[in-house]
């Protein structure tokens, strides 16, 4: 009995001391410069993914790999929000050819969604240079003259279709084949092709509603919805309320703005004002 009993304290000490020995890990760290050759890993539960979206990629926080057995890259999750003070946000898109050659689309932008066991794109914005055509390379100096072209995939087609061409003061618009040169490149300010130009006036509001007053006395009601070139619609027919009043209304397809009348007069310049379902209510201006 005395000899386990030794080994048992023998066995504690030892364990202690070899706690002891070895330091913990630090809650700071503070370093002139970091390299990371292969991985850098920000998550609370010390993992890259998160359970059950391996396959997905899905990061738990921020997973950074460099070139070392395979493509490179950088996952964030939840948003990714950037902020400067006395400069300008600025990202940019940067690639080359090894071999020196121009590479005329050094990036895209996409939106993807998960389906048959892997990342399905769906719209892309993508830059890209002009043609040597249009502008010899040997032309080329300073800022590089450029334009965006704007795709979604259609369903049955595994290429996009350019919806439209927008750079140089001129914009290409509608259908213009699945994947390729798409359409074609504007030689007008606007080009439209395949279809019709279809102009639609702004719609008067037809919901308005009184949800209370503060019954101070008869009150009529009205708006006018204002598009994004100040055109305007109708207004409304007046609502009455007894008093001050609290008004909500459907926003109107083409309106960017309204316009409250009381008694038939404007008591508001154009106001913009969130979601689909409008809220205001009279302060007595």
Do not use: C
Not at 64 to 72: E, N, S, W
Not at 98 to 110: E, L, M, T, V, Y
Not at 257 to 265: D, E, H, K, Q, S
């Amino acid at each position: 009995m005395k000899d386990r009993l030794i080994t048992v304290i023998i066995s504690v000490a030892t364990t202690l001391g070899l706690m002891k020995s070895v330091p913990e890990a630090p809650r700071e760290l503070e370093v002139d410069r970091l390299i990371v050759r292969q991985e850098l890993i920000v998550s609370d539960t010390g993992s890259p993914w998160e359970q059950g979206y391996e396959a997905q990629q899905i990061p738990r926080g921020i997973y950074a790999r460099a070139l070392h057995d395979g493509p490179g890259g950088l996952w964030v999750r939840s948003r990714l929000i950037k902020g400067e003070i006395d400069d300008p946000f600025d990202d940019r898109f940067h690639a080359l050819e090894s071999s020196g050659k121009r590479r005329g689309s050094p990036g895209h932008i996409s939106w993807n969604l998960w389906a048959s066991d892997a990342w399905r794109q769906m719209a892309i914005i993508q830059g890209e240079a002009l043609e040597d055509s249009e502008v010899p390379n040997g032309d080329w100096t300073g800022m590089h003259p450029g334009r965006l072209r704007f795709q979604s995939f259609r369903p049955g087609h595994d290429e996009p279709l350019t919806d439209a061409v927008l750079g140089q003061g001129k914009m290409s618009i509608g259908g213009g084949g699945f994947g390729g040169g798409g359409l074609p490149y504007p030689e007008a300010v606007l080009e439209l092709w395949g279809g019709k130009l279809k102009e639609h006036p702004v719609v008067t509001p037809t919901s308005l509603t009184v949800q209370s007053d503060d019954g101070t006395g008869l009150q009529e009601y009205s708006i006018i919805a204002v598009a994004p070139d100040n055109s305007q619609s109708a207004p409304t027919m007046p609502v009455r309320a007894n008093g001050r009043a609290s008004l909500t209304w459907d926003s109107v397809p083409g309106a960017d703005a309204y316009i409250i009348l009381r008694n038939g007069r404007p008591i508001t310049g154009a106001i913009r004002i969130e979601g689909s379902t409008k809220h205001w209510t009279d302060q007595g201006q």
